[in-house]
């Protein structure tokens, strides 16, 4: 078994096509299709199925890919490693992100990063928090930033508390609350909602909040970035509630404190069972802690909108 006939299978697997496989491996097809069928004729079992219309994974190939992926993953480790060892960062970096980050400003961050690292290539993944988290914990992520509830806190992974933000309310330019002060979430009931996904970390601090207060609303509108929130709010379809920190970045809306607002808290985490020098070379760029794994590491939480680091600034 070699590691390139494994790359040839998660290329197969990825697109679905021998033809589309061969060509992101620089390959001709018959060469590519040549390794594979010799992989299989070792493993005893064939990997995909092959019709005149389209290609998939058969069960065995199935429970093949995620040892595959492990294997080539492990692989470039431990070239990072090497070339580590001799004083080089390379290799790749695979950073998840909320879309509301606020602690860290991450592309300043990896711009520097970028200067003094520019052999590593770098992966971002924008997604919900739960599902950032277990892809660390699965290898698929190196580090990712979240924001979650207070009640909720990460689990299978190395955890370093960055800060804790407040949510306010965000409505139109034109909204009857616009030129409120501040409202409670009594008043904010009455309105109708645009929020994240139910179920999700960054929906979940606002329904529990408002069903703390014995409150129920209407979230009519579902979507899974901050900025088409927004775009909602602001065309007055709507109200929401965003982190603090994050509202400063939206367009065409107007924000207002909350008084019994909930709180969110945002987090740096990261393998518990080995970081790359690329993720080691991030965190210590950012000053993030990476000796204890607590709730709020060595230095404990700042305020979002305080510093992290020499280029902070970021939840969901």
């Not at 290898?139 to 933000?165: Q, S």
């Not at 929020?195 to 209407?218: C, H, I």
Request: proline fraction near 6%; glycine fraction near 8%; charged fraction near 20%.
């Amino acid at each position: 078994m070699e590691l390139q006939q494994l790359r040839y299978v998660l290329a197969v697997a990825e697109t679905n096509s021998f033809t589309r496989a061969a060509e992101r491996c620089l390959v001709v097809q018959s060469a590519l299709s040549h390794q594979i069928a010799k992989l299989e004729r070792e493993l005893g079992a064939p990997l995909f199925e092959r019709t005149s219309r389209r290609v998939r994974l058969t069960p065995a190939g199935a429970a093949f890919l995620p040892a595959a992926r492990q294997c080539l993953a492990a692989a470039e480790r431990a070239g990072a490693e090497v070339a580590a060892a001799i004083g080089e960062v390379r290799g790749r970096l695979a950073v998840g992100l909320i879309p509301t980050v606020a602690a860290v400003d991450l592309p300043a961050a990896l711009g520097a990063f970028r200067a003094r690292h520019p052999a590593v290539r770098i992966s971002l993944r924008v997604g919900a928090s739960e599902d950032l988290a277990e892809q660390v914990e699965q290898g698929a992520l190196d580090v990712a930033f979240l924001g979650m509830p207070t009640t909720v806190r990460p689990r299978g992974v190395a955890v370093h508390e960055l800060a804790r933000d407040r949510l306010v309310a965000v409505v139109a330019p034109g909204h009857r609350l616009a030129s409120a002060g501040e409202v409670d979430l009594r008043a904010l009931a009455e309105e109708v909602f645009v929020d994240l996904p139910a179920g999700t970390a960054g929906r979940v601090q606002s329904d529990l909040a408002f069903a703390a207060a014995g409150l129920t609303r209407d979230v009519a509108f579902e979507v899974t970035t901050a900025d088409y929130i927004a775009r909602l709010v602001a065309a007055d379809l709507c109200v929401a509630m965003l982190p603090r920190a994050h509202a400063p970045q939206l367009v065409g809306v107007r924000t207002i404190e909350v008084t019994d607002a909930p709180t969110r808290v945002e987090y740096a985490v990261w393998s518990r069972t080995g970081r790359s020098p690329a993720a080691t070379a991030l965190l210590a760029a950012l000053d993030i802690p990476t000796g204890t794994d607590s709730p709020t590491g060595t230095d404990g939480p700042a305020d979002v909108g305080g510093a992290v680091g020499s280029a902070s600034l970021r939840p969901a």
